[in-house]
């Protein structure tokens, strides 16, 4: 192999005749910066890959599984399943296999159905311990009540009762003079 050094740009050069474009030098800087971001980033665990593909998994899954062509789907395997049952004699077979199916599909929709809804509250929990942090004279103490005991959260309820019910009796003529309603 033949060392070929570098062409040096003379005086009077152009970056353009030098085959230095901008996008060259943009991928280089993206390219360098990814590097160096990966380089701070920590070490993964095999438990955060996983979780992370089964977060993903469980996301696109229900966004599929919750649609109206998964429920024909399933009501279509239902009507051959029970169209096929003159065929079985209607046998016990015949019966084992839909609860066999139904069973392990239900075991296995329960995790993800139970993986997207701790996913939303989370979430749900972060807005609005955001909003509670933004609004000024908001209680910050609300901020953390999924973590209260039941007898707290009763106290908390029943303290937010006798807050709703000052405010319908000092309601004042521009109200509808409808009562709140209650849970």
Same mark, same amino acid.
Do not use: Y
């Given at each position: ?5 570098a ?6 050069? #152009? ?10 030098? #943009?991928?280089? +800087? $993206? =390219? ?6 990966k =380089?701070?980033?920590?070490?993964? %665990? ?6 992370? +593909?089964?977060?993903? *998994?469980?996301?696109?899954? #229900? ?5 109206a062509?998964? *429920? ?28 066999? +199916? ?8 329960? *995790? ?5 809804? $701790?996913? %939303? ?5 972060? =807005? ?41 009796? #000092?309601?004042?003529?521009? %109200?509808?003079?409808?009562? +709140?309603?209650?849970?």
């Amino acid at each position: 192999m033949r060392f070929v050094p570098a062409r040096l740009p003379k005086p009077g050069d #152009s970056a353009r005749k030098l085959g230095v474009t901008r996008e060259r030098l #943009s991928n280089m +800087a $993206n =390219k360098t910066r990814s590097k160096e971001a990966k =380089k701070d980033e920590p070490e993964r %665990d095999i438990f955060c890959i996983v979780s992370d +593909a089964f977060r993903c *998994f469980a996301q696109r899954s #229900s966004t599929l599984l919750g649609s109206a062509w998964a *429920f024909c789907g399933a009501v279509l395997v239902i009507l051959v399943w029970l169209i096929t049952g003159p065929t079985f004699h209607f046998s016990d077979t015949w019966q084992l296999i839909i609860n066999t +199916a139904t069973t392990v599909v239900t075991f296995l929709m329960v *995790f993800l159905i139970q993986n997207t809804q $701790n996913r %939303d509250a989370k979430a749900m929990h972060l =807005k609005l311990d955001e909003l509670i942090r933004a609004v000024k004279g908001a209680r910050n103490q609300l901020v953390d009540l999924e973590n209260l005991s039941d007898e707290d959260l009763k106290k908390l309820e029943e303290q937010f009762r006798r807050l709703r019910k000052q405010a319908e009796n #000092s309601r004042t003529g521009s %109200d509808n003079g409808q009562p +709140a309603i209650s849970r």
